[in-house]
C-alpha cells in the first residue's frame, strides 16, 4: 500500500516540478496567436476554454490503454508502478507537451506533418501509414472492448452494440468538435473520474493487499520484462497514440500558457488511472484465483468487472465499469476523427464540405468493421508496436525541435533511445515478428538503435546548415482577445 501511495504522490509532485521544468524549456508566448484563432474553420479549428479542452484531451488519451495495459501488465508485479511513474513523468507527459506545444507552433500539424518537416519527407509517408495504421487498430480496439463490457451488462447482442459505436463514432468524427464531443466529454469525464477515483479509495479503505516495490519478474510465463513491459504498458506511462490526439487540441487552444495543464497535466491524470488498476489488478487475485486465470478466463474485461463490483457494490460498480466503457469510446471518436484529419491534410482535401469529410470517414469505418473480426489479442499486440513506434518517431521530432531550438534536448533524446531500442527489441522477438532469440534481439536492437542515431544526427548537422525555421511564422493576439482568453 505504502508504494501505492507513494507512486500517486510522485506523479502529482512531477506535474508541478518536472512539469513546470519542460514548460520553462519550450518557454511558451501569451501573446501569440494560436491556430484556434489564426485558421478558425468552425469545423476542427475551434478556440475553446482551458477546462472543456483538458476534459477532451484526457478522454481522447485515456482509452481502454490505461485500464488494460496496466491490469496485463500487473502480471509483472509491482516493477510495473515503476514503469508508471518514470515513464508518464519523464517520458509520456514529456512526449504529449512537446508533440502539442509543437504542433501549435505549426498551425495545428498533425505528427506526419511534423515528421516531415524535422525528419525529412520520406518520414512523413512512412509516419502517415504508421499514424492511419495506429489509429484503425485503436478506433477497432476501442470498439470490440466496450462493446465486449456492454454485452455482459445487457441482452443486447454484442453485433448490435457494435453497430450502435460505430454510428456514434461517424456522427463524432463529423460534425464540428465543439458539437458533439465539446459538449458531452465534461459529462464523460465526470464518470471516468468517478470510477478511477472510486477504486481507489476503495483500495485504500478496505486495505487492499497490494504487493510493495521489488524488481522481481513476477509474470507466470517467465515473459521478459525488457521489451514486453514497455510496450504491454503504454497508455498511462508512454503512448504513440497521444502524438495522434494533441493535434485535435492543439487546433482547440486558446492560449499556449494552457499547454501545461492540458498536455502535460492530462498525462500525469492517466498515470494516476494507469497507476490505480495496476494495484487493483495485483491486489484482488491471489491464491486460488489468481490474475493469471481471470485472465485467461475473460481477458482484461473480466478484470474490470469483478474489481468493480468487489470494491463498490453492484450499483457503485456498475458506475465504474460504465466509466471504463466511457474511455475507449471517447478515445475512438478521436482516432477516427484524428485519421480523417491526417488523411485530409496529406491528401489536401478541403474539410469543410461534410461530402469531403464522409469521403474520407466511410471507408475508414469498414475497413475498422472488417478489423473487429480478428482476434482481439492479436490486435492488442500489433496496436502496442505500432503504438510505441509512434511514440518513437514523435519524440525524435520533439528532440529535433530542441536542437535546431538550442535548448535543452536530453529530455528528450533520452527516452528516445530508450524507446527505440525497447520497439526494436520487440519487433524482432515477438511472435508477431521475427520470432527470434532475446539475445539476438539485444544485438540486433542495438544495430537498429545506432543507425537512427547516425541518421538523426546526419538531419541535424543538414539543417544546421539550412535556413530552417521551427516555428511557422504568427502574430500576436490583440488585447481584446488576449484578454479575453485569459479570463
Known sequence: MITFIVSILLLIVGYFTYGKFVERVFVTDRKRQTPA????????????????????????????????????????????????????????????????????????????????????????????????????????????????????????????????????????????????????????????????????????????????????????????????????????????????????????????????????????????????????????????????????????????????TTMLGAVGGTLAILGVIVLPITSGDTAFRSARMIIADYLKIDQRPIVKRLLIAVPLFVVSYALTHMDFTLLWRYFSWANQTTAVIALWVATMYLVLSRKPYLITSIPAVFMTMATFTYIAYAPIGFGLSLQVSYVVAAMGTLVCIALFMKRVRRLSRATFTVDEPATNFSEDVLAASSK
Open 37 to 308: 484563432y489564426s485558421m478558425r474553420d468552425n469545423i476542427d479549428y475551434v478556440p475553446m476554454n482551458t477546462t472543456r479542452n483538458s476534459l477532451i484531451q484526457l478522454l481522447n488519451i485515456a482509452g481502454v490503454g490505461p485500464i488494460f495495459g496496466p491490469i496485463l501488465g500487473a502480471l509483472y508485479g509491482p516493477v510495473a508502478f515503476v514503469w508508471i511513474v518514470v515513464g508518464c513523468i519523464f517520458a509520456g507527459a514529456v512526449h504529449d507537451y512537446l508533440t502539442g506545444m509543437i504542433s501549435i507552433r505549426n498551425h495545428g500539424a498533425h505528427l506526419p506533418q511534423l515528421a516531415g518537416k524535422f525528419l525529412g519527407k520520406i518520414m512523413k509517408h512512412v509516419v502517415n501509414g504508421f499514424a492511419i495504421l495506429l489509429l484503425l487498430l485503436v478506433g477497432t480496439v476501442f470498439v470490440t472492448s466496450p462493446a465486449a463490457l456492454l454485452d455482459n451488462m445487457t441482452p443486447i447482442s454484442l453485433t448490435l452494440i457494435i453497430m450502435a459505436i460505430f454510428v456514434y463514432y461517424l456522427i463524432a468524427t463529423l460534425l464540428p468538435i465543439d458539437k458533439v464531443i465539446g459538449r458531452i466529454y465534461p459529462y464523460f469525464g465526470a464518470l471516468l473520474l468517478f470510477s478511477a477515483a472510486g477504486i481507489g479509495i476503495g483500495m485504500i479503505v478496505t486495505g487492499a493487499p497490494i504487493p510493495e516495490l521489488s524488481f522481481q519478474n513476477m509474470h507466470p510465463e517467465g515473459a521478459p520484462i525488457f521489451p514486453l513491459l514497455f510496450l504491454t504498458i503504454s497508455c498511462g506511462a508512454l503512448s504513440g497514440f497521444h502524438a495522434t490526439q494533441t493535434p485535435i487540441i492543439s487546433r482547440t487552444t486558446e492560449n499556449e500558457t494552457s499547454g501545461r495543464k492540458i498536455f502535460y497535466g492530462m498525462m500525469i491524470t492517466e498515470g494516476i488511472i494507469a497507476m490505480i488498476w495496476a494495484a487493483a489488478a495485483m491486489s484482488l487475485f491471489h491464491g486460488d484465483q489468481s490474475l493469471s486465470d481471470v485472465l485467461a478466463a475473460g481477458g482484461p474485461a473480466a478484470v474490470v468487472s469483478e474489481v468493480s
